[in-house]
């Protein structure tokens, strides 16, 4: 086992202690959650990259040697952050709907998440171990999929293109989310996009934007260009209509597949295999 493997392994311990094994000694004044609520608090102020050891000390009026008494890096502090902020999916009130319905409300509820900690999206999930929470998200993905009624291997390929569009169709919301945190206008921060985007107008080099732009019969990209029009009826909500068209767009090609799939025999239903639970009995 190579230095790093046994640093990742040490690093995922920590990251799923439930912090309820008792500790030698006299009652600590500071906690795990304290560090991890005080780091999050600087990355949502500052960003990410904010988060340092002797940052977080400050923010808590403790010695930064006091913090390795939980953390022994600064990446594993960064690992509890995530898992943190990730929290949980929210849990269904009802019976269970349709997978295209449930998957919606999957989608929905990770974009909210992402927007609400819009410093996530700084963190390259490069070697980094994953947490309880990430796994909680994981685990919604897959139960709504499942109601496709599509094999085991399938349902974790749909779960890859859900997830890369549910992350890459909020990344203006996210920015958005991040420019409101740093005092910036829905107004400002809208014509900032416009002006950028308005530089291929004319310019050589974007021959294909620029006609975009310039044409007739704009939609979307009329709101894109417009001095004051990205903001009407409220900047968010154009942004939640244009994640809404292409959420239905992904889910209109799941069904397809999950039709054509059907009518050819493919895979055993995921109901199908056998259960984890009933395999270990």
Do not use: C
Request: net charge negative; glycine share 10%.
């Amino acid at each position: 086992m190579t230095d790093k493997t046994d640093e990742l392994r040490r690093r995922g311990e920590l990251l799923w202690d439930d912090g309820t094994r008792p500790s030698r000694g006299p009652k600590r004044a500071l906690s795990a959650q304290d560090v991890v609520q005080a780091a999050i608090a600087i990355a949502a102020r500052e960003g990410r990259a904010a988060v340092t050891m002797q940052a977080v000390a400050r923010e808590l009026g403790f010695t930064t040697m006091a913090l390795y008494r939980y953390f022994p890096s600064k990446d594993s502090l960064l690992d509890a952050i995530v898992d943190a902020a990730m929290g949980t999916p929210p849990a269904r009130t009802g019976p269970k709907g349709e997978w295209r319905e449930e998957v919606e409300r999957w989608a929905w509820a990770k974009r909210a998440m992402l927007m609400s900690h819009p410093w996530l999206g700084e963190l390259p999930f490069v070697a980094a171990p994953h947490g309880p929470n990430w796994l909680a998200w994981l685990e919604g993905a897959v139960d709504s999929l499942s109601g496709t009624g599509l094999g085991a291997v399938d349902v974790l390929d749909m779960l890859n293109v859900l997830d890369g569009y549910v992350r890459g169709g909020s990344d203006t919301a996210i920015s958005l989310a991040k420019a409101r945190a740093r005092g910036i206008s829905d107004e400002e921060w809208g014509a900032s996009i416009s002006a950028d985007l308005m530089r291929a107008v004319g310019d050589p080099r974007f021959p294909v934007l620029s006609k975009l732009f310039t044409s007739e019969g704009r939609t979307r990209a009329a709101a894109l260009t417009e001095d004051n029009s990205m903001i009407e009826d409220g900047l968010m909500g154009g942004l939640k209509a244009g994640f809404d068209f292409g959420l239905q767009r992904v889910l209109d090609g799941i069904q397809v597949y999950v039709e054509s799939s059907a009518a050819t025999g493919a895979d055993p239903s995921f109901h199908d295999l056998p259960n984890a639970d009933t395999d270990a009995n």
